[in-house]
């Protein structure tokens, strides 16, 4: 079973997307407990993934036995082993709350619902494991149709989302495509290791300019970062709430871990200015993100926006390629998927009480003080306050934009926190002291929600103290892999 590891969280995942299908057309209340096993299966073979490496060392597995390059690879490493445990942890906090809602909302479709999501968590574990340019094109895309159908199943206003959707994520796939086209003209091969040993040996040729460019632009769309996040903003506002918490969750992070793959231990050359410009753009998107998040009265489309400013975060971290600043790029990458997990799955309680997301109507602390707590422990996250988990991301970025003599991206780094105090009072400000959630009668968020919120709280808390041992055993080294 050890050796299978770089593969088990894919079949896992995979295989429940098949089973609940047959299995849920004829007990449908069998569809969330088996989503939910599923992956929490593939989180527990990625958790063990992290084990392994830490104890092992990096693992490489050829599928089907056929060797690189020819063969297709997939690599278990710190930064790998690290990503697919965080992902499929989240994912499976999230679908943890969906249930009640879904059960709800979805009816006989329930099997199709569940499936789509283990579909796309699929494609984001495939993503992340694998040692192939080309076959992160594919899993992007299976993840990318999964989370097209999920989004657009919502009706009204979301099949417009997911229509925008759809075309900037065909968009941002085919310059990824184009992209690997033109480095494997330039050297005859798509596998990541080989890439990396023979990018080296060419010039600064077209082929190779464009190459990087186009992969880097459409990995930046598929991860929403300003200002080509134009998707993002209504397709986590107008989602199915039993499925935004895993769409804005995990699916950005995938793609920003791609990003990091691509540019830092495939294509990074020093002599071009591809990380400083991902620098910068991380910078401009904290600024602009935070600014057009405290505008909003919708507390989704804050969330939303949120996300635009705290994936700038992310960007800055894997542009200034110094240790600090990946080892806090990369912590931030965990943060995020469980801070923004736990907000958005809060909001979705209070819909599914009753309430509506606008600000001014959603009060909490009368009826759901639980979930209330929950809320301000992700919103100091978010923040920037320890001990919760975001602080030290953070902290790790600012030493990072400082080691590399950044000294307006400390700036940028710094507003994006008190942006962060703003927009974060106003949602917190609405969840303790607004109008009470209209229908909620005094009930508290149903069992399951309320146990996804307070593990994810948990979490939250847990990822910042244990921050200095993550970055030492794992962080750190897979930042090492990349100088």
């Known amino acids: 079973m050890r050796a299978h590891l770089p593969i088990l969280p894919l079949l896992i995942s995979l295989t429940g997307a098949l089973v609940i299908p047959l299995v849920g057309f004829a007990w449908r209340r069998l569809c969330w407990p088996l989503a939910v096993a599923a992956a929490g299966a593939a989180s527990a073979a990625a958790i063990a993934g992290v084990g392994e490496v830490v104890a092992r060392g990096a693992r490489r597995y050829p599928v089907g036995g056929w060797a690189p390059p020819w063969g297709i690879e997939l690599v278990l490493d710190p930064l790998s082993a690290f990503s697919a445990a965080a992902v499929a942890t989240v994912a499976t906090c999230a679908l943890l709350a969906s249930g ?5 909302a979805y009816g006989m479709a329930l099997p199709a619902f569940y499936s789509l999501a283990l579909i796309a968590l699929t494609g984001f574990l495939g993503i992340i494991a694998s040692g192939d340019m080309f076959n992160v094109f594919v899993f992007l895309e299976i993840a990318a149709i999964a989370t097209y159908g999920l989004v657009a199943s919502a009706g009204g206003p979301a099949l417009a989302a997911a229509f925008r959707y759809i075309v900037l994520g065909t968009v941002g796939a085919s310059f990824y495509l184009f992209g690997v086209g033109c480095l494997y003209a330039l050297t005859g091969t798509l596998n990541m290791a080989d890439l990396s040993a023979r990018l080296p040996a060419t010039s600064a040729s077209p082929l190779l300019v464009g190459g990087i460019a186009f992969a880097g632009v459409g990995l930046a769309i598929k991860m929403g970062l300003f200002p080509l996040h134009g998707w993002l903003p209504d397709a986590y506002t107008h989602a199915p709430a039993p499925i935004t918490a895993f769409i804005a969750g995990v699916g950005t992070k995938a793609a920003a871990y791609a990003m990091a793959r691509t540019m830092l231990y ?18 401009v998107a904290i600024i602009a993100g935070g600014v057009m998040a405290a505008r909003q009265s919708d507390a989704r489309r804050l969330l939303a926006y949120s996300s635009v400013s705290q994936l700038g975060y992310i960007a800055v971290g894997i542009g200034l390629a110094n240790e600090a600043g990946l080892a806090g790029a990369y912590l931030h990458l965990l943060n995020h998927a469980v801070m923004k997990a736990l907000l958005f799955v809060a909001v979705g309680a209070a819909l599914l009480r009753g309430g509506r997301p606008w600000l001014p109507a959603l009060g909490l602390d009368r009826t759901m003080p639980l979930t209330a707590a929950c809320v301000v422990v992700g919103a100091l996250s978010i923040v ?9 991301s953070k902290w790790y970025l600012i030493r ?6 950044e000294p307006l991206l400390v700036a940028a780094l710094l507003a994006g926190g008190l942006l962060a105090v703003v927009y974060m009072y106003r949602l917190t400000e609405a969840v303790w002291i607004g109008g009470a959630a209209q ?12 146990a996804c919120l307070v593990l994810l709280a948990g979490l939250t808390i847990a990822a910042g103290l244990a921050s200095a041992t993550l970055v030492d055993t794992i962080l750190v080294p897979a930042a090492r892999g990349a100088l």
């Open 266 to 283: 495939v294509v990074h050359r020093p002599d071009l200015p591809v990380t400083t410009a991902l620098a910068w753009a991380g910078g």
């Open 100 to 104: 009640p809602g879904a059960t709800r």
């Open 400 to 405: 990072g934009a400082l080691d590399a003599g």
């Open 439 to 450: 229908g909620a009668g005094g009930r508290e968020a149903p069992a399951s929600v309320l």
């Open 384 to 392: 920037g306050v320890p001990p919760a988990g975001g602080f030290f």
